[in-house]
């Protein structure tokens, strides 16, 4: 059964329809991309999914449950969780504190010093930081940080919004890995990318988006070797 | 001294009003213009508890919950099925609220002035200048309130949930946090705070109009944009800073225009500062 079903999912900003009725699937375990070009849905997709924008048509159902129009804090609750496009820590809160914002939903203090301190194995540089305030660390320890800080809900799915976005190319690598690790310990990911390269190599399976419609489906290999889509998505 | 003491007396009254204008704006981001009536409102409870009962304690303590409740209420009835609707249409239900408690209060209590005591504390000679108690009480309780509440939003997961939702309200709900509970929260400590402020006026005044709220709340309003909207610190140096102003003005031959200066001192702040003394830039997001 799929962890996460949408099915002929409708997205309006005013009258201009930017989700025009896609539908698609994430497995347990899996890792699945969604590639497009800058403005084909990708955001406007995720955020339907958690909740944050509320679709005019189509469903969202999550582990069995139909999930559309559910308030966001509820969807957290059950297990899925989401690092934003542009990484929105909290820049007034420190590091240990975004952490714990993270678990906002857990209420076992020994279990969140545990994972806290479990982040910190991860990501050195965060535990290195922990009392400096978000907004003064780097892009790429932000980017740690988005990823620390929605990893300490334990999530069932966790989809992320272009992570490697503005990073250097061996942060890129390092992001990676670490989706990879978070995969590895039980985590089913959904991941949007824009530079479809590193993140086909690491998928299950893989939707083309264009234009609020999904263009191609297939396996992250398939895809790879696709002309078309090699011409569009991997630089040729 | 005297007139120092009382500046920063009514200044922390300005301060805690100004505490509720500035949370809620950070965290729902409106301007709660029936704010001030809150505390009118928290006046005729004190008057109404202090003729039945007579105990200053349980009126100030009836003038808490009272406030505290409507707050919540005013939130859930009249703002909150505006959430997403335009900033003018928000201000507007907000100036009609206003409205209407100072409507209702004038069918319940009368349109003329009636006097409140709560307490007469008499004076106290410092140096050579008597100060009423009753400011020192104010400043102390003021000061009291004022940590209470920064060691609550810094030290507690509500707090700092309370931070991240005026941060970023997306991000706060992928968070998990409920949005609309921590609003509910924020309106309520806001009304809870104005009461005090209403208690600590009418110490100052000693008489309940239904008009009460109006001037407080414009100046509590003038401190707190004067602070930089949004700030807690920043509410709490422009309510001190337009107590004392006001004060020192009163006792010298500008005394008739001290309303003017306040409101002048606004305007030179803004046009220096645009987001007041301590108020922060918004990000800009990509
Ligand atoms: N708040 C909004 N109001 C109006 N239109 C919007 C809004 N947000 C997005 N859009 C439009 O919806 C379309 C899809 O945007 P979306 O942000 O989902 O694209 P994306 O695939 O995530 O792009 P990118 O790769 O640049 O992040 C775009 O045409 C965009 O202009
Ligand atoms: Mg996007």
Redesign the interface.
């Known amino acids: 059964m799929a962890l996460l079903e949408v099915k002929d999912l409708q997205v309006f900003y005013g009258v201009i329809q930017a989700i025009k009725g896609i539908s698609f699937e994430v497995n347990q375990g899996e890792i699945v991309t969604l590639i497009g070009a800058n403005g084909a849905g990708k955001t406007t997709t995720m955020?339907s999914i958690?909740?944050?924008i509320k679709p005019r048509g189509g469903s969202v159902v999550y582990d069995g449950k139909d999930i559309t129009g559910m308030?966001?804090?509820k969807i957290?609750?059950m297990g899925m969780?989401?690092v934003?496009e542009?990484r929105?820590?909290?820049?007034?809160?420190t590091v240990y504190?975004n952490l714990?914002?993270?678990a906002?939903?857990e209420k076992d203090r020994s279990r969140i010093k545990e994972d806290i301190e479990e982040i910190y194995t991860i990501f050195p540089r965060l535990g290195e930081r922990k009392s400096q305030v978000a907004g003064t660390l780097s892009g790429g320890e932000q980017q740690m940080l988005a990823m620390g800080?929605?990893i300490m809900?334990h999530p069932k799915l966790l989809m992320l919004d272009e992570p490697s976005m503005g990073l250097s190319p061996a942060l890129v690598d390092q992001v990676f890995e670490i989706i990879k690790h978070f995969h590895k310990t039980g985590t089913t990911i959904l991941l949007v990318e824009q530079n479809a390269n590193k993140s086909l190599a690491i998928s299950d399976r893989a939707y083309v988006l264009e234009n609020g419609r999904i263009t191609v489906t297939g396996t992250g290999s398939e895809l790879m070797a696709s002309e078309e889509i090699r011409k569009a998505y991997l630089g040729g | 001294m005297s007139t120092l003491i009382e500046g920063l007396s009514i200044g922390s009254v300005y301060a805690l009003i100004a505490l509720g204008y500035t949370m809620v704006y950070g965290i729902a981001k409106m301007l709660n213009f029936a704010h001030g009536d809150i505390i009118m409102v928290g006046a005729y409870a004190v008057l109404t508890t202090m003729s039945l009962c007579g105990f200053p304690l349980v009126a100030i303590l009836v003038a808490v919950v009272v406030c505290t409740l409507l707050g919540i209420a005013i939130e859930k009835v009249a703002y909150k099925p505006l959430r997403g609707a335009s900033p003018l249409a928000v201000l507007i239900t907000a100036i009609g609220v206003s409205y209407l408690l100072q409507g209702i209060a004038q069918l319940v209590y009368g349109s003329a002035s009636r006097p409140v005591t709560i307490i007469d504390m008499g004076n106290v000679q410092i140096g050579n200048s008597a100060v009423r108690v009753s400011s020192i009480v104010t400043l102390v309780v003021g000061a009291i309130l004022m940590v209470i509440l920064t060691l609550f939003i810094k030290m507690t997961?509500t707090g700092?949930?309370m931070?991240?939702v005026s941060?970023?309200r997306?991000?706060?709900?992928?968070?998990?946090?409920?949005?609309?509970g921590i609003i509910s929260i924020t309106f309520a400590i806001g009304s809870a705070l104005a009461a005090a402020a209403s208690v600590c006026y009418l110490f100052q005044i000693p008489s309940a109009t239904p008009t009460l709220g109006s001037m407080p709340g414009i100046k509590a309003f003038t401190a707190a944009v004067i602070g930089g909207i949004g700030s807690i610190p920043g509410a709490v140096i422009g309510g001190v800073l337009l107590g004392v102003i006001e004060n020192v003005c009163k006792s010298t031959p500008l005394a008739p225009f001290t309303t003017s200066i306040e409101f002048g001192l606004l305007i030179v702040i803004l046009l220096v500062k645009p987001t007041g003394i301590l108020g922060k830039k918004r990000?800009e997001?990509?």
């Open positions: 955020q958690m909740g944050l308030p966001t804090h957290v609750g969780t989401q934003p542009g929105r820590v909290f820049s007034e809160l504190e714990l914002m993270g906002y939903t800080r929605a809900s | 997961k700092r949930a931070i991240a941060e970023d997306g991000a706060a709900e992928l968070m998990g946090i409920n949005v609309n990000r997001k990509v």
